[in-house]
């Protein structure tokens, strides 16, 4: 019966282990069709209805997915509170800061790090110009990782559970 009891929860904990990777994989197309749509909100607040960054970052924040919505909250409120601080400066902090619990590999993250060098500098028109070819080489991007995510959401599920009833297997 015991043995019946750790090979259940050797396989529970391998699969998973496995569904926990393949989460990430599915997470990273969502999270980055997430930030094209809110790219497209600043796009459109700072063109056509000519925002200051700081409120259309804020505005954004209160429109967009939680997952996101922390990302522009944040850059918004180094914006607003701390003095002297560049968009450039402002938006690499929220980036640094919401790094740590995303799925976006380095490639997104220097396409979202490099829009940021160039916010705050210049004329709408040339801000719009940046926005826009950040989201095309962010649907380059989102391309990708749906094409990686499905080769590997069912790969990984398989893996953790197999590989829980193999070594269930060579361990009896």
């Not at 396989?11 to 994989?25: E, L």
């Not at 997952?67 to 180094?78: I, L, M, N, P, T």
Request: charge should be positive.
């Amino acid at each position: 019966m015991i043995k019946l009891i750790g090979a259940i929860l050797l396989v529970s904990a391998c699969g998973y282990a496995g569904w926990h990777v393949s989460r990430s994989y599915a997470r990273r197309p969502v999270e980055l069709r997430q930030f094209m749509t809110a790219l497209q909100m600043l796009e459109t607040e700072i063109t056509y209805a000519a925002t200051p960054l700081p409120d259309a970052l804020s505005g954004i924040a209160e429109r967009v997915d939680a997952r996101v919505s922390s990302f522009f909250a944040h850059a918004a409120k180094e914006l607003q509170t701390t003095r002297g601080t560049s968009a450039r400066q402002a938006w690499s902090a929220a980036l640094d800061r919401y790094r740590t619990g995303s799925t976006l590999d380095r490639g997104d993250l220097g396409i979202l790090n490099s829009l940021g060098h160039n916010l705050g500098i210049s004329d709408r028109d040339d801000q719009a110009k940046h926005l826009r070819l950040t989201l095309e080489q962010l649907k380059m991007a989102q391309a990708r990782a749906e094409e990686t995510a499905s080769k590997n959401v069912k790969l990984w599920n398989y893996v953790g559970l197999l590989g829980g009833l193999i070594i269930v297997l060579a361990l009896y």
